[in-house]
């Protein structure tokens, strides 16, 4: 056979490592070509949140596709995306009545970062500046990156990536720092603070507390800097709670989600907004309109996914699923025990430990081969550098989760 022309993202190609092909997937498994089955330890990029081709969401497709599947959506509107908006609003902190949909993580957090710049533009106090939490994660379009933790992914693009505030991230000792910095960027004026909370993925699992969430929201609120919550990884459920900023009693300015939003079925994003963030984009005048669009914005098929995603948190246990999975993950976490382990930690049905490396970093060897080894153990997991963590589907069974601590605990055995 000819190589394939695929070209995939965050791939090194050039090392010629192996690229699964996955033929179906049901709950927490995936299976292959060769009939192996994999267990899909990271719900595929942390979307998939009631396991696979869930019956419901699955339902809730085919039967849109057979009424409509796809409009133009400036000036145009269709059933499921309206009962989605309402869904939504009904079922996440009242004061955030404006929903925009787009297509990923990325487009909404971009969304976020425009609603925030025309908000004050429309008002005629433009204002630009950006902060954000050191080692974050926002998506990988230029604003997302601009906004994300600056290295090697993204070096070659650094001419592209506007200026922002960093904050020092608040590890668990060095909260007051990270407020202090929060307050002279304030202070000096700034537009917007965007935040992952209490839970930044990309940049390795790190964990702050909801103290420190909350405080960083009323200096943001003190100084009438907008409160961006980038809530595409964190929300349903992920960190225990439907939303991170739950657990700290915070209600954002500005809200992102994605992932989980269809179950993790079908891309769908949305970026939801308070009302003088709408009003002040809302006038006769057409120049403040949110200039913003993509031509799939609220395909008709995604927002029935979606709408059945909130039946299913409606109608089903989620909670106690989610409540008894962390639980689960826990006990499991608590038993592996290794020199080389380090760091364990978890929030919500996410857990994360480093695996000592001399050589630690997105780069490092270590990440590849314990990749590798994962594979071949017949799990998808994939570490960050050396920090492996665990974020599954919610209906994983018990078995599925001994295999993935087993592995990851004989993981260790490839340091010698
Ligand atoms: N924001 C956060 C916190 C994320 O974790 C991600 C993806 O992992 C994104 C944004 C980007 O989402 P997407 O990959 O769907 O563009």
Known sequence: MTPSPVWHPFTQHGLGEPIPLVTHAEGAALYMQDGRRIVDAISSWWVTTHGHRNPRIMAAIAAQTQKLDQIIFAGWTHEPAEALARGLTA??????????????????????????????????EPRHRILVLEHSYHGDTIGAMSVGARGVFNRAY????????????????????????LEAECRAGAAAFIVEPLLLGAGGMLIYSPETLATMRDICATHGV?????????????????????????????????????????????????????????SQDRATMFFHSSSYTANPIACAAALANLEIWRDEPVAARIADLSRRQASRL???????????????????????????????????????????????????????????????????????????????????
């Open 91 to 124: 079922m996440l902190p009242p004061a955030l009545t404006r929903v925009f949909y787009s297509d990923s993580g990325s487009t909404s957090v971009e969304v976020a970062l425009k609603m925030a710049l025309g908000f004050w533009a429309n008002r005629g």
């Open 158 to 181: 650094a001419p592209l990536l506007f200026d922002v505030g960093t904050i020092p991230f608040p590890a668990a000792g060095h909260e007051q720092a990270t407020l202090d910095a």
């Open 226 to 282: 907008l409160f961006i919550a980038d809530e595409v990884m964190t929300g349903w459920g992920r960190t225990g709670t439907l939303l991170a900023c739950e657990q700290a009693g915070v209600v954002p300015d500005i809200l992102c989600l994605s992932k989980g939003l269809t179950g993790g079925a079908i891309p769908l994003a949305v970026t939801l907004a308070t009302e003088p963030i709408y009003a002040a984009h809302c």
């Open 334 to 416: 608590a038993a592996l025990d290794h020199p080389a382990i380090g760091g364990k930690r978890q929030l919500g049905t996410v857990t994360a430990l480093e695996i000592a490396d001399p050589n630690g970093g997105y780069l490092s060897t270590l990440g590849p081969r314990l990749l590798g080894f994962f594979r071949e153990r017949d799990l998808l997991l994939r570490p960050l550098g050396n920090t492996v963590y665990v974020m599954p589907p919610y209906c994983i069974d018990d078995a599925d989760l001994d295999a993935i601590y087993a592995a990851i605990g004989d993981s260790c055995a490839m340091l010698a």
